[in-house]
């Protein structure tokens, strides 16, 4: 039987297929989709932890208890589980225990580009990265079976166009669970105090022997050996690009990328007189191959930012940066992405922006803000950083901090990486204020749960943290909870709280415009009337979707050069514009 | 076709017009018609009302979900402007749809930007054949708005050497029961336009 599948649709058949029944994760673009087809399948535990290390620990956790366990996360999320991930490659995994890392070359939806190859080798930990959805699927079993060979855990890393891409799979008959749960006490090799650390430190190079003999025979690093004149050695993704545009070529596919079958590869450079490297991002294997004394053209040509396609192949082999041209020559509008229409996020920063403040933002859709016009936030670093960045920037900024130090947090966002922050915060005595944007859901990533929802990825209702108490419990006095898309109101809410000594904590309650149990049921379309419009251009200046400009529309005994226009088939009548409009327009 | 030829379509419009329901459409149906196919897309960002794009690309054997430049056959776009956003990735003979609608970006709004004007017209004296059609009204007639994308799969649907009946099929096993009707409707009225 075959599908059409996305390799994140792939890569929970293929581990649903191998038996797997345990998976934890944080939602991330492009690793969402793979939680998200996973918790379907029959008979499978899936959750959205809090965050990746924690996803991390509690499927360490799941594996030493025998099972076979699946963390999955994008590739900054894995920066977050670091600390478990290098030290449960010391103690091993009992059961079998798989770590995906979805990667982003070109930052589609990222802070960063960079290149979790390079954990596999810094971990010790080895690494299978697929090209199509077909080998997803195939090579999350494949990982799976490696784990539990060499009792390690073990990295699948795709890449956003491996994630995203459709394509035809074929499929299997899912694998019967077998239930090998128990306690296996064993204290030497589980507990990572020094003394036993450093024996489980020379076991991880035993396994390293082991693996560097195993590569050399794994069926998925690939030799077709077609013109000996020109060869590529390439992995994942780029293997699919250069065969598009060199299919004569002779390849080495390296389906594992760490560590590297040394003897194959010395065996490809003997019957291959030219060889290229093509690989996104870092000289990865590149460095590697040239520390074997091998031959190889890489960076020279090739670029080290953004994904490649097999233009970009194609043009660095070939020398000719003569891409294709567009005929049309004038500048084009760009169409950023933006606020949805009714998003509470726009009141928030509408309000914001009035206040002349310094913002710290944070990862979430309301970093779109930045943009002109809202230009609400003016710092975006990682998950979480808002608030510690906020406490950092005013007590380096003394008395000329005072009142103008803001921070800005969603509620998934805080809930993953803000509440120690918060805490230090609270516990330093900060004069900043932060504000945490609760949507009630986790919204750029697609409506995920998480504890502040009150139910779980697999759809059970859950312990719903209650923020105003929890920020209260880290030590918070200065709290308001406020309705964002009630313009006036928050405007109060933040002057006052600017104007406070110590920490302050805004909570902006309301529901994402795009949640459906939200229980918010789209208003009647506002209307702009025609007769009041003054075409001051103030509504325009939220940014709102369905709100246009129409020009030329001009009226006498007015300076008006146009109108706004409200489309009625986006707007859902939250009302922001017409609480802004002077003249009463909008109603 | 020839065993190493893949042709490539573009869907090209902004977030939320059914874009990426319209591609994967397509290539059911093009699976359904025996062929190998693969399509790229992003998800995230762009579905914020920002700019989509989605690579189809199909023959006997597809390696890249993604056309280099100079390469696309048809281009299927979904807002009128949005035509023009993509065109280094079209062979000079290649086919192009486009929704007539207009969806203003930020910058046309604020005054930063104007809204290009004769469009149709410089795609008809760049390229082979440009079809425009005004797929939201036809989608009103059809039923609903937002069948839109099934009025602009109607019109692919003519250029493409796939029999009706296998887009018609895909297409009811692609909507709750309620809706394929109006789908149906709507991609005869692409069909038709």
């Given at each position: 039987m075959k599908a059409l599948m996305s390799g994140n649709e792939a890569i929970a058949r293929g581990a649903y297929e191998a038996g797997v029944r345990f998976a934890a994760a944080y939602p991330g673009t492009p690793s969402t989709e793979?939680?998200?087809?996973?918790?379907?399948?029959?008979?499978?535990?899936?959750?959205?932890?809090?965050?990746?290390?924690?996803?991390?620990?509690?499927?360490i956790g799941a594996a030493l208890a025998g099972e076979k366990a699946m963390a999955v996360m994008k590739h900054v999320g894995v920066n977050v589980a670091a600390d478990p991930i290098f030290t449960v490659s010391y103690t091993g995994i009992n059961g079998a225990l798989v770590i995906v890392s979805a990667d982003d070359p070109s930052m589609h939806s990222s802070q960063n580009e960079q290149d979790n190859r390079n954990y596999a080798r810094f971990a010790k930990i080895p690494m299978l990265e697929p090209a199509d959805a077909d080998e997803a699927k195939q090579y999350i079993k494949l990982a799976f079976e490696i784990s539990a060979r060499f009792d390690t855990p073990v990295f699948l890393r795709s890449t956003t166009r491996v994630s995203h891409s459709k394509s035809v799979v074929h499929l299997d008959e899912p694998g019967k669970y077998e239930d090998k749960t128990g306690f296996v006490y064993n204290a030497q090799k589980y507990v990572m105090v020094p003394v036993n650390a450093r024996t489980q430190r020379v076991e991880v190079e035993k396994r390293e022997r082991l693996l560097n003999d195993f590569v050399e025979t794994f069926p998925e690093n690939k030799m077709e050996i077609n013109n000996p004149e020109v060869g590529i050695i390439t992995a994942g993704m780029p293997y699919n690009y250069s065969k598009e545009v060199f299919p004569d070529y002779s390849y080495l596919k390296l389906g594992m990328v760490y560590p590297l079958?040394?003897?194959?590869?010395?065996?490809?450079?003997?019957?291959?007189?030219?060889i290229y490297v093509v690989e996104e991002l870092d000289p990865y294997l590149e460095e590697q191959i040239k520390a074997l004394g091998v031959k190889v053209i890489g960076k020279e040509i090739f670029p080290y930012t953004n994904e490649f396609d097999p233009g970009v192949i194609k043009d660095a082999i070939e020398g000719?940066?003569?891409?294709?041209?567009?005929?049309?020559?004038?500048?084009?509008?760009?169409?950023?992405?933006?606020?949805?229409?009714?998003?509470?996020?726009?009141?928030?920063?509408?309000a914001l922006s009035k206040h002349k403040a310094y913002v710290h933002g944070d990862i979430g859709c309301y970093t779109l803000s930045y943009m002109k016009p809202?230009?609400?936030?003016?710092?975006?670093?990682?998950?979480?950083?808002?608030?510690?960045?906020?406490?950092g920037m005013s007590k380096a900024m003394k008395a000329k901090g005072k009142g103008k130090v803001v921070g800005v947090i969603g509620d998934s966002t805080f809930l993953h990486s803000g509440i120690t922050s918060l805490l230090n915060l609270a516990y330093n005595n900060s004069d900043a204020l932060i504000i945490i944007l609760d949507n009630s859901t986790t919204a750029m990533t697609g409506m995920q749960e998480h504890p502040g929802t009150g139910y779980t990825l697999m759809g059970k209702e859950a312990k719903k943290v209650n923020l105003k108490d929890l920020v209260s419990v880290l030590g918070i006095e200065n709290i308001e909870v406020i309705d964002p898309l009630d313009y006036k109101a928050t405007r109060s809410?933040?002057?006052?709280?600017?104007?406070?000594?110590?920490?302050?904590?805004?909570?902006?309650q309301r529901p994402c415009a795009l949640f459906k149990r939200g229980g918010i049921k789209p208003k009647p379309a506002?209307?702009?009337?025609?007769?009041?419009?003054?075409?001051?251009?103030?509504?325009?200046?939220?940014n709102c979707p369905p709100i246009a400009w129409k020009k030329g529309v001009t009226k006498e005994g007015s300076k008006r050069k146009g109108v706004s226009y409200i489309d009625a088939a986006l707007c859902n009548g939250c009302g922001l514009c017409a609480q802004i409009c002077k003249f009463g327009a909008i109603s | 076709m020839s065993d190493r030829e893949v042709k490539s379509i573009l869907f090209a419009g902004v977030g939320g017009q059914g874009i990426l329901r319209a591609s994967d459409i397509t290539c059911e149906v093009i699976m359904e018609a025996g062929f190998?196919?693969?399509?790229?897309?992003?998800?995230?960002?762009?579905?914020?009302?920002?700019?989509?794009?989605?690579?189809?690309?199909?023959g006997k054997k597809v390696y890249s979900p993604l056309a280099k430049t100079g390469s696309i056959q048809t281009l299927v776009s979904f807002e009128k402007m949005e035509s023009l956003?993509?065109?280094?990735?079209?062979?000079?003979?290649?086919?192009?749809?486009?929704?007539?609608?207009?969806?203003?970006?930020?910058?046309?709004?604020?005054?930063?930007?104007?809204?290009?004007?004769?469009?149709?017209?410089?795609?008809?004296?760049?390229?082979?054949?440009?079809?425009?059609?005004?797929?939201?009204?036809?989608?009103?007639?059809?039923?609903?708005?937002?069948?839109?994308?099934?009025?602009?799969?109607?019109?692919?649907?003519?250029?493409?050497?796939?029999?009706?009946?296998?887009?018609q099929d895909v297409i009811k096993k692609s909507f709750p029961e309620k809706l394929v009707k109006m789908n149906l409707a709507a991609f005869q009225m692409g069909i038709d336009a």
């Open positions: 793979i939680m998200e087809q996973f918790c379907k399948y029959e008979g499978v535990y899936a959750e959205w932890s809090t965050n990746e290390k924690v996803a991390v620990e509690v499927a079958p040394e003897k194959m590869i010395r065996d490809f450079a003997s019957k291959v007189k030219k000719n940066l003569q891409r294709a041209a567009s005929p049309y020559k004038e500048s084009l509008a760009a169409r950023p992405p933006n606020l949805c229409p009714g998003c509470p996020h726009r009141g928030l920063f509408y809202l230009q609400g936030l003016h710092s975006c670093i990682c998950m979480g950083a808002s608030i510690g960045m906020a406490h809410a933040i002057k006052e709280e600017l104007a406070k000594d110590g920490p302050s904590v805004i909570i902006a506002l209307k702009v009337d025609t007769d009041k419009c003054e075409g001051c251009r103030s509504c325009i200046g939220l | 190998d196919v693969k399509k790229s897309e992003v998800h995230g960002m762009a579905q914020r009302g920002g700019c989509v794009t989605s690579h189809v690309r199909y956003r993509y065109l280094q990735f079209l062979r000079k003979d290649a086919a192009i749809i486009v929704n007539t609608e207009e969806i203003n970006p930020p910058a046309v709004n604020m005054g930063d930007d104007p809204y290009p004007e004769d469009i149709i017209g410089f795609l008809k004296n760049h390229y082979g054949k440009v079809i425009g059609l005004n797929a939201a009204e036809l989608a009103q007639k059809a039923g609903n708005i937002k069948t839109a994308n099934v009025v602009l799969l109607g019109a692919l649907s003519n250029l493409m050497n796939i029999d009706k009946s296998v887009w």
